[in-house]
Nanobody, 123 residues
Framework: QVQLVESGGGSVQPGGSLRLSCAVS????????LSWHRQAPGKQRELVAS???????NYADSVKGRFTISENNVKTTVDLQMHDLRPEDTAVYYC?????????????????WGQGTQVTVSS
């Protein structure tokens, strides 16, 4: 099992910056891809950014050029640096680990989520 704990949320004025961090712990006999998602009130949860096992990153169009995802080399933390924040970035931000493992020759996919951290952008 993988446990994810987010931190770093808070309130900021438009144009400000925040850095979210997700601590990844537990034992997992497979590989996993880490990502950040967000859910604004009344909206569906959406992907913000992901980082693959090859280090390639992927961003939602709405955050490209403003947000940067990074992870340490042992995949125990994944951070989201956010600049030039806008009111529309207000949401609960979630860390996610999408796991893939083989058990008794059967491929199994796992999906782990953190509890979320609130980001509010307002003047």
């Amino acid at each position: 099992q993988v446990q994810l704990v987010e931190s770093g949320g808070g309130s900021v004025q438009p144009g400000g910056s925040l850095r979210l961090s997700c601590a990844v712990s537990g034992t997992y006999f497979g590989i996993y891809v880490l990502s950040w998602h967000r859910q604004a009130p009344g909206k569906q949860r959406e992907l913000v950014a992901s980082i693959g096992n090859d280090g390639n990153t992927n961003y939602a169009d709405s955050v490209k050029g403003r947000f940067t995802i990074s992870e340490n080399n042992v995949k125990t933390t994944v951070d989201l640096q956010m600049h030039d924040l806008r009111p529309e970035d207000t949401a609960v931000y979630y860390c996610r680990a999408e796991g893939s493992r083989v058990y008794q020759s059967i491929h199994i996919s796992d999906d782990f989520w953190g509890q979320g951290t609130q980001v509010t952008v307002s003047s």
